[in-house]
Antibody, heavy 115, light 110 residues
Framework: QVQLVESGGGLVKPGGSLRLSCAASGFTFSDYYMSWIRQAPGKGLEWVSYISTSGSSIDYADSVKGRFTISRDNAKNSLYLQMNSLRAEDTAVYYC????????WGQGTLVTVSS | NFVLTQPHSVSESPGKTVTISCTRSSGSIANNYVQWYQQRPGSAPTTVIYEDNQRPSGVPDRFSGSIDSSSNSASLTISGLKTEDEADYYCQSYDSSIWVFGGGTKLTVL
């Protein structure tokens, strides 16, 4: 079945780095634009970044621009988010998402930025 | 960029029908598909409506979606409310390739 599985979260100090991964299965990953979505504790859903099918088109929310880098490996059916210069306000559950059709939400991966 | 505005909370009794609105601030609601997500406490979101009015298999037909160009809004209607429908509901659309979310509506079934 269609599935997205996020991993790589954890506890990191302010200013630190983390790399999130998302493994896709059950669909043709290379056919879909992909995004990262996050949800801070007790807050709503927030779009973070998107990447086109080939990786040639990318954009970021202003809140992460210059600090986060999205990438993908279509051969490995995987999406990534490199997060640098992390701040307390980046604390959230991070989900990967595909554009189009039914969004197969995974369980997300929790990123906690705290000293 | 546009904003999607939802009521902060709604409440209704079991067995009744409730409608949650999602109003687009600029540009036509019909320009891009609208999705609706349900999120129960402590759980990841799940998709209850996609592409304005399509229901994934496994989602009861008590859930329906629609768009109204005259009010530039989308709506999620849940009929025959059950206590298990108590959750947060988010509408979502696209601004080019950017995902735009509504602020979420807390549905209380009491």
């Amino acid at each position: 079945q269609v599935q997205l599985v996020e991993s790589g979260g954890g506890l990191v100090k302010p200013g630190g780095s983390l790399r999130l991964s998302c493994a896709a299965s059950g669909f043709t990953f290379s056919d879909y634009y992909m995004s990262w979505i996050r949800q801070a504790p007790g807050k709503g859903l927030e779009w973070v970044s998107y990447i086109s099918t080939s990786g040639s088109s990318i954009d970021y929310a202003d809140s992460v621009k210059g600090r986060f880098t999205i990438s993908r490996d279509n051969a490995k059916n995987s999406l990534y988010l490199q997060m640098n210069s992390l701040r307390a306000e980046d604390t959230a559950v991070y989900y990967c998402a595909r554009r189009g059709g039914i969004q197969p939400w995974g369980q997300g991966t929790l990123v906690t930025v705290s000293s | 960029n546009f904003v999607l505005t939802q009521p902060h909370s709604v409440s209704e009794s079991p067995g009744k029908t409730v409608t949650i609105s999602c109003t687009r601030s600029s540009g036509s609601i019909a320009n891009n598909y609208v999705q609706w997500y349900q999120q129960r406490p402590g759980s990841a979101p799940t998709t209850v409506i996609y592409e304005d009015n399509q229901r994934p298999s496994g989602v009861p037909d008590r859930f329906s979606g629609s768009i109204d160009s005259s009010s530039n809004s989308a709506s999620l209607t849940i009929s025959g409310l059950k206590t298990e429908d108590e959750a947060d509901y988010y509408c979502q659309s696209y601004d080019s390739s950017i995902w735009v979310f509504g602020g979420g509506t807390k549905l209380t079934v009491l």
